[in-house]
C-alpha cells in the first residue's frame, strides 16, 4: 500500500475472487467492488488459486487483486485461504468486509490487530441438512465465533437479523438485502437454443439438494400433463440417491438441462419463462429469487418466512407436492393472475432489490467503520495550543 494513497480503502475477504464465477457472494463482491472504485476508494480482494508458491498482486477494472496459492482442495483449501487471506489483510490495519461466517473463528487475529471488520451472515448454513454432524457443529461454533468477533454484522433478511439478535445486540446488525439486474429485454436465442419457446416453458434454478424441494417440485409437476416443460438447471449426478431419484419420480415434461453458469443466457430463461419456480426452504434473500423478480417473473414458491419476505405478492405458495400441482394447476388456468404476478414482481424488484439503491446503503455502512487516518508528521507538531 501507498502511504500516500488517502483514498478510503476496503479489503474483501471470504470469496474465491473476481470477477465472479461461483455464486452469489463473489457476484455481489464484484458489484461492490466496481461501484466502490468509481466513487474514488481503492478496493482490494483476495482471490484463491490452485498451487504453492508467494502471493501475486495485480489489478481488475480498477480492483487490486491478491492472488493466495492454496495447494490443499475442498473445504481444507478453503479454510487456508481464508486463513492466509485474514492474516495478510491484518497487516494493513484497513477496513475488512467479510462474505460468510464458515471461517469466523479466523477473524480473532482481526479483532486481535484492531481491525475492523464488518461481517455478512449469509444464511442459518448450519441447518442445512446435508450437512454431516461435524460439519454442522465447526458452521454453528464458526455462526457463534462470527457474532462475537465481527465489529458489525450484515443480514440479507430481517428474519436472519432476527436470528442474529438471538446471538448479539440488535444494535450490531444491519440488514440490508441482496440486488440484482433488471431484466427488460432479452434475446431469445439462448431460449430456442435448448429447444423452447419464449413464454412456453416453467424454470427452476437450484443445487439438487433435498432443502431445495426439487423432489417435490418435480412429483407435483408430473401427476398430469401440463402441455409445457419444466426446465430443471442443476448438475444431476447418477450416482447420488437423491439426485437419481428425482430424475426418476420426473415425468417427460421435465427437462434436465445440466449447469448453466453465464449470465447472458441465464437472464434470457428468466425473461422468457411463463414462471419462475423456487423451492428453497432455508436461508435468507436468495439471489435467484431476487434475480427472477428482476426479470419480471411470476413465481411459484415453497411458502415459508425467507420467501415470504422477498417475493410478497409476486408468489403463489406450496409446501409440498400436492401443493404443487394444485397451485399450479390453477395457475396454468388463469393467464390474468399470471399477469398479476408478474406485475406485482417488478414492483417488488424496484421497491427492494435494485443494485445502486443495495450497494448504496452498504457503502454508507462502510464509510462510518472506516478507521481513522493516522497523525502524518505535520499535523501531529500542529499540537492544540
Known amino acids: 500500500m501507498n502511504s500516500d494513497d488517502q483514498r478510503p480503502a476496503l479489503r474483501i475477504l471470504g470469496i474465491r475472487g473476481v470477477p465472479a464465477a461461483h455464486g452469489g457472494f463473489e457476484t455481489f463482491a464484484e458489484r461492490l467492488a466496481l461501484h466502490l472504485v468509481a466513487r474514488g476508494w481503492r ?3 483476495y482471490c484463491q488459486r490452485d498451487g504453492r508458491g508467494p502471493l501475486a498482486h ?10 493466495v496459492p492454496v495447494a490443499q482442495r475442498g473445504a481444507l483449501g478453503t479454510m487456508v485461504f481464508d486463513a492466509r487471506a485474514i492474516r495478510h489483510a491484518a497487516r494493513s490495519r484497513e477496513l475488512c468486509l467479510t462474505l460468510g461466517y464458515n471461517t469466523a473463528l479466523f477473524c480473532a487475529w482481526l479483532r486481535l490487530r484492531g481491525v475492523p471488520n464488518l461481517i455478512n451472515m449469509d444464511g442459518i448454513e448450519w441447518s442445512r441438512a446435508k450437512w ?9 461454533l464458526n455462526e457463534r465465533a462470527g457474532c462475537r468477533l465481527g465489529d458489525h454484522l450484515v443480514a440479507d433478511h430481517p428474519e436472519i437479523a432476527r436470528h442474529l439478535g438471538t446471538r448479539t445486540a440488535a444494535t450490531r446488525i444491519a440488514t440490508i438485502a441482496y440486488g440484482a439486474d433488471r431484466v427488460l429485454d432479452a434475446p431469445t436465442a439462448p431460449v430456442r437454443a435448448l ?3 419464449p ?3 416453467l424454470m427452476l434454478v437450484a443445487r439438487p439438494e433435498p432443502e431445495n424441494s426439487i423432489l417435490e417440485v418435480v412429483e407435483g409437476f408430473s401427476r398430469r400433463p401440463r402441455g409445457l416443460p419444466l426446465v430443471v438447471l442443476g448438475r444431476y449426478d447418477p450416482a447420488d440417491p437423491y439426485h437419481r431419484r428425482v430424475q426418476q ?28 419456480v423456487h423451492g428453497h426452504r432455508v436461508g435468507g434473500t436468495n439471489p435467484s429469487l431476487v434475480e427472477a423478480l428482476g426479470a419480471g417473473n411470476a413465481v411459484l414458491a415453497h411458502d415459508n418466512r425467507f420467501n415470504r419476505w422477498v417475493a410478497g405478492a409476486a408468489g403463489a405458495w406450496f409446501t409440498d407436492a400436492d401443493g404443487f400441482d394444485t397451485q399450479l394447476t390453477a395457475l396454468l388456468a388463469d393467464p390474468g393472475r399470471l399477469a398479476a404476478l408478474r406485475h406485482a414482481a417488478r414492483a417488488r424488484f424496484e421497491q427492494a432489490f435494485t443494485w445502486p439503491a443495495i450497494l448504496a446503503e452498504y457503502e454508507t455502512l462502510l464509510r462510518a467503520w472506516l478507521p481513522e487516518p493516522p497523525l502524518r508528521p505535520v499535523d501531529a507538531g500542529r499540537g492544540t495550543a
Open 132 to 140: 454431516s454432524a461435524p460439519a454442522r457443529a465447526w458452521l454453528w
Open 195 to 197: 429447444g423452447l419457446e
Open 43 to 45: 478496493v482490494v480482494v
Open 199 to 201: 413464454g412456453g416453458y
Open 249 to 276: 419420480r420426473a415425468g417427460t415434461e421435465a427437462r434436465f438441462v445440466g449447469a448453466i453458469y453465464e449470465r447472458a443466457t441465464l437472464q434470457a430463461l428468466r425473461r422468457h419463462a411463463l414462471a419462475y
Open 58 to 67: 495485480d489489478h481488475w477494472q480498477g480492483v487490486e487483486r491478491v492472488h
